[in-house]
C-alpha cells in the first residue's frame, strides 16, 4: 500500500491507476480503524479496481465541546490494517492541505441534515458534506462506500451526490457488531468496562420498539417506550425515532421503508445506532 501525505502525490498516483484502466473507489474515515472500517475496504475490492483510503480527523464536524482533541488516533496500526485488507493507496492530509488560509467554502445540505444528529450537532453535517466533497474531488472515485451506522451521515451524502452531479456510485455498508450486538465504533473505546457492559442495550432498545412496531404497538408508545428503556440501563437520551429511510422525515408511511435512529450518552460517550423497519403490507 502506498501513503501519500501530499495532493500532488496522490493526484499522480490516482491517475495512472485510471490510465492503466482500473477504477477507483474511495473508503473516506477518520482513522482509529476497526472491523467496520474494513469491510469497507473488503467491499470495496473488485476485480479491477484500485481502493483509496483516507484517514482525516475533519475538525469541521467538531461542535465547541466536542472530542476532537481526544478522538483516538492510531496511524500505525491503521496503516497495518488497511495494508492487510488489500487497500492499494491511502490518503492522509494534514489540516493545512484540506483547510488552508483563506478557506471560506462551506456546503450545506438541507433536509436531510436537519433534526436527529443535525440538531443535537449544529454544524456537524455542513462539516462532513465539505470536507466528503474535498475528498471526493481530490480523488475522483467512481464508487464511494460508507458505514450504514451513520445513517444520516449517508443520507446527507447521498443528497449532496444528487444534487451536485457527482458521478460516484455511493454504497452503504451494513453495521458491523460486536457478538452482544453493539455497533462497532471508534468511540466505543472510550467506555469502561461497567459503561460497556450498559451499551447493549442501545441496540436492544431498538431491536425491542421494532417488534413493538411490527406487532401492531402505536409508534409514539413504542419510541418512548424505547427511551425509557435506555434511560433505566444509565444512557441519557438525545432521540429515539422512526423515519422515512430515504427522507428522514418523522411520521412515515408504514408502506415505505423506515429506519429506527437512536444517538445517547454514557458517560462522555456518545453512541448512535439504527435499524431498518421494512415497508408493511
Known amino acids: 500500500m502506498e501513503v501519500f501525505r501530499e495532493l500532488v502525490d496522490l493526484r499522480a498516483a490516482v491517475a495512472a491507476a485510471r490510465a492503466a484502466g482500473r477504477e477507483v473507489a474511495l473508503v473516506p474515515t477518520m482513522g482509529a480503524l476497526h472491523a467496520g472500517h474494513i469491510a469497507l475496504v473488503e467491499a470495496a475490492r473488485r476485480p479491477g479496481t484500485t481502493v483509496v483510503a483516507s484517514i ?28 492487510e485488507a488489500g487497500c492499494d493507496l491511502l490518503w492522509l492530509p494534514p489540516v ?39 475528498l471526493f474531488n481530490q480523488v475522483q472515485p467512481t464508487r464511494a ?9 449517508l ?20 453495521t458491523q457488531r460486536e457478538d452482544d450486538g453493539l455497533a462497532l465504533s471508534s ?29 401492531g ?3 409514539d408508545k413504542a419510541l418512548a417506550d424505547a427511551t425509557t428503556y435506555l434511560a433505566n440501563a444509565g444512557f ?4 429515539v425515532s422512526l423515519v422515512d429511510a ?21 458517560g462522555t460517550t456518545r453512541l448512535i445506532d439504527n435499524l431498518a423497519i421494512e415497508p408493511m403490507a
Not at 456546503?107 to 436527529?116: C, K, P, R
Not at 428522514?248 to 415505505?256: F, S, Y
Request: no cysteine; proline share 6%; net charge negative.
Open 145 to 153: 462506500y460508507f458505514g450504514e451506522k451513520d445513517f444520516q451521515q
Open 96 to 134: 493545512e492541505a484540506m483547510y488552508p488560509d483563506g478557506f471560506a467554502t462551506n456546503i450545506s445540505v438541507a433536509g436531510v441534515s436537519e433534526g436527529l444528529d443535525g440538531a443535537a450537532r449544529p454544524g456537524h453535517f455542513d462539516g462532513v458534506a465539505t470536507v466528503v466533497a474535498k
Open 246 to 266: 430515504e427522507t428522514l422525515q418523522p411520521q412515515p408511511d408504514a408502506g415505505r421503508r423506515r429506519q429506527l435512529l437512536a444517538a445517547a450518552r454514557l
Open 56 to 83: 482525516f480527523v475533519n475538525p469541521k464536524q467538531f461542535g465547541a465541546n466536542e472530542d476532537l482533541s481526544r478522538y483516538p488516533r492510531k496511524e500505525t496500526g491503521d496503516i497495518a490494517m488497511l495494508t
Open 187 to 215: 468511540r466505543n473505546v472510550y467506555l469502561d468496562a461497567d459503561e460497556r457492559a450498559k451499551a447493549v442495550a442501545l441496540p436492544r432498545a431498538l431491536g425491542i420498539a421494532a417488534r413493538a412496531i411490527a406487532a
Open 236 to 239: 441519557e437520551v438525545d432521540y
Open 155 to 174: 443520507a446527507v451524502i447521498r443528497r449532496m451526490v444528487a444534487d451536485l452531479d457527482f458521478a460516484i456510485e455511493v454504497t452503504g455498508v451494513p
Open 217 to 219: 404497538t402505536p409508534v
